[in-house]
């Protein structure tokens, strides 16, 4: 199965930027729908961004206009842009490979597999 390799996360303060990356292995990166999901202690994993193997993007409400998601194609490689982070940012970030099988960012059908995440913590 597909595995997912995230990286880049750390500590920074509040209004501080990250860069997390998620490196993929298998030939099919190209043709999947690429999520980012992050986990806070005692919340359930949420999809915070979104971006379709034609480059669609769609973002939760929490972080629009402050993430980007981005993808590589060449390089099996997702990105996630972090800007103008606060505190309710801190989570483990996990990213995975999905279909997308209708117009609905709810019909996007994820992978089995998880990675260990990389932790972002913002402080204030």
């Known amino acids: 199965q597909v595995q997912f390799v995230e990286s880049g996360g750390g500590l920074v303060q509040a209004g501080g930027s990250l860069r997390l990356s998620c490196a993929a292995s298998?030939?099919?990166?190209?043709?999947?729908?690429m999520g980012w999901y992050r986990q806070a202690p005692g919340k359930q994993r949420e999809l915070v961004a979104a971006?379709?193997?034609?480059?669609?993007?769609n973002y939760a409400d929490s972080v629009k206009g402050r993430f980007t998601i981005s993808r590589e194609n060449a390089k099996n490689t997702a990105y996630l842009q972090m800007n103008s982070l606060n505190p309710e940012d801190t989570a483990v970030y996990y990213c995975n490979g999905g279909v997308k099988y209708g117009t609905s960012w709810s019909s996007i059908s994820w992978g089995d597999y998880w990675g260990q995440g990389t932790q972002v913590t913002v402080s204030s």
């Open positions: 971006i379709t193997s034609g480059g669609r993007t």
């Open positions: 298998g030939s099919s990166f190209s043709s999947k729908t």
